[in-house]
């Protein structure tokens, strides 16, 4: 089995900076992509960064410029350091592996953590 333990949320004023961070561990045979989704209430679930075993990235166009993703390959671990906090950054942030495990390619999801950006 595959756990993703994910820290780093919390409240902050619009214009501060979080670092989440999720560490992978189990039967991860490799990691093909980690990454961060977001969802606020009534909305989807959408994409906010991602980082492939290459160390190519993806971010979603809301977020080019403020946030940056990075890993640890050693480590299973991907960051998100998030700066220019606004409003509606605020949402439930999800970290995302994708790997080769015990049963081919996988896909697993984080509980989530909680970024509110108010004043």
């Known amino acids: 089995q595959v756990q993703l333990v994910e820290s780093g949320g919390g409240l902050v004023q619009p214009g501060g900076s979080l670092r989440l961070s999720c560490a992978a561990s189990g039967t991860i045979f490799k990691v093909i992509t980690m990454g961060w989704h977001r969802q606020?209430?009534?909305?989807?679930?959408?994409?906010?960064?991602?980082?492939?075993?290459?160390?190519?990235?993806?971010?979603?166009?809301?977020?080019?410029?403020?946030?940056?993703?990075?890993?640890?390959?050693?480590?299973?671990?991907?960051?998100?350091?998030?700066?220019?906090?606004?409003p509606e950054d605020t949402a439930l942030y999800y970290c995302r592996i994708f790997y080769w495990g015990d049963k081919g390619a996988?896909?697993?999801?984080?509980?989530?953590?909680q970024v509110t950006v108010s004043t």
């Open 40 to 86: 606020a209430p009534g909305n989807q679930r959408d994409l906010v960064a991602s980082i492939n075993s290459g160390g190519s990235t993806n971010y979603a166009g809301s977020v080019k410029g403020r946030f940056a993703i990075s890993r640890n390959n050693s480590k299973n671990t991907v960051y998100l350091q998030m700066n220019s906090l606004k």
């Open 106 to 113: 996988l896909d697993y999801w984080g509980q989530g953590t």
